[in-house]
């Protein structure tokens, strides 16, 4: 194997594929980075069994091939060295079987690789039907509802997302059981057959950060894993095993207070009160509804107390009390894109519901915190 390529083509494929490289790896041969080139062009594989993820760079993105092969380089240095090499140009050349000679005009690594017969088979299926989603579209799911993903492993199914696609509706939920977010939208091609899946966390955040152009995404389910198609990159994640627990019943279909205000108000109030209990476990506010008006106020016992009023739109006999996580309550704001939103609540103890006054493919859920 024996090719020169451009340093920036190069470090942005390499870059998207060690994102699939866990440390806690106990398999030497899934510490590295598959380098595999044919006469198609240069194919780049990182793997930790659960997570695959795969660049191809064609042949005419190659300055110059002089000769095929296939290696597999030792990931914990590789991505380092083609960062800092001060050329424009790379050239790579295998020696003596498993060694490789990565250059430019004025620097040169010899590096010990590993076999590459010793890496896994990965079977990178597709679908005849896959279901197209665009890119920015697939990154704002993301963004408005991966925040309440739990990081507790305790409830292992928590701590991925939930997609389900019935006919064109595709919903993305996710909870921690103290808040829930929920998305929808239409996709242009209905789906031949019913979805209902759990996407490890962690790793649809890293599919998150490889998107960056409004491409068109392709999704591939099958019953244990789901493969991704965006541009030259193919993204395949095992799933989480298991039924995703039913949360449609938790979302009140009807409120006893409606409350419209003003986004950016609201959370510059709830921003400002929760500075006296960012020390705070739970971070808890309180916020009281009178009439049409709303004060929210906080109290640490050590520092002192906080109280904002906002002028709001309500019934003229709302009356309410009622405590949560200031930080919950700004993680699901900043979804939110409308200057008014609605909070729709039922009692002190009922879950809070924030709704965009335009958008009704997004919902925000919260548990308040019972304080005594």
Do not use: W
Not at 81 to 91: A, E, F, T, V, Y
């Amino acid at each position: 194997m024996k090719f020169t390529i451009e340093k920036n083509i190069l470090l942005e494929n390499l870059s998207n594929v060690v994102k699939a490289i866990s440390a806690k790896n106990i398999i030497p041969i899934l510490n590295g980075v598959k380098f595999e080139l044919n006469s198609e062009g240069l194919f780049l594989t990182a793997s930790d069994s659960e997570l695959t993820i795969r660049a191809f760079i064609p042949n005419e993105s190659i300055t110059k091939v002089e000769s095929e092969g296939s290696i597999i380089i030792q990931s914990k240095y590789i991505l380092d060295i083609i960062r800092k090499m001060p050329s424009d140009l790379i050239n790579f050349e295998l020696m003596d079987g498993l060694k490789i000679k990565i250059s430019s005009d004025n620097s040169q690594y010899d590096l010990n690789c590993l076999d590459p017969k010793e890496y896994p088979s990965l079977k990178l299926e597709e679908k005849e039907n896959p279901i197209v989603i665009k890119g920015n579209t697939f990154k704002t799911i993301i963004s408005q509802t991966a925040f309440a993903i739990s990081t507790q492993e305790l409830r292992p199914l928590l701590t991925g997302l939930n997609f389900k696609i019935v006919g064109d509706v595709f919903e993305c939920i996710a909870t921690d059981s103290y808040r829930l977010a929920k998305k929808n939208i239409k996709l242009d091609t209905p789906s031949d057959e019913e979805i209902n899946i759990v996407i490890p966390g962690k790793n649809i955040m890293e599919l998150d950060k490889i998107i960056t152009e409004d491409e068109d995404v392709y999704m591939h389910v099958f019953s244990n894993k789901i493969l991704f198609k965006y541009k030259n990159i193919i993204f395949q994640s095992n799933l989480l095993s298991g039924t995703y627990p039913n949360t449609s019943n938790l979302i009140p279909n009807d409120f006893a207070i409606i409350v419209n205000t003003n986004l950016n108000n609201y959370f510059s109030a709830i921003d400002r009160a929760a500075l006296l209990t960012q020390s705070k476990d739970k971070n808890i506010v309180k916020m009281r509804i009178k009439n049409s008006q709303m004060i929210i106020n906080s109290y640490a016992s050590e520092i002192g107390k906080v109280e904002e009023k906002l002028d709001i739109e309500t019934s003229a006999d709302a009356n309410i009390d009622i405590s949560f996580s200031a930080k919950y309550m700004l993680d699901a704001l900043k979804t939110m894109k409308d200057e008014e939103i609605l909070i729709l609540l039922n009692g002190e103890v009922k879950p809070i519901v924030i709704k965009s006054m335009t958008d009704e493919s997004l919902i925000q859920l919260i548990l308040p915190i019972k304080t005594y």
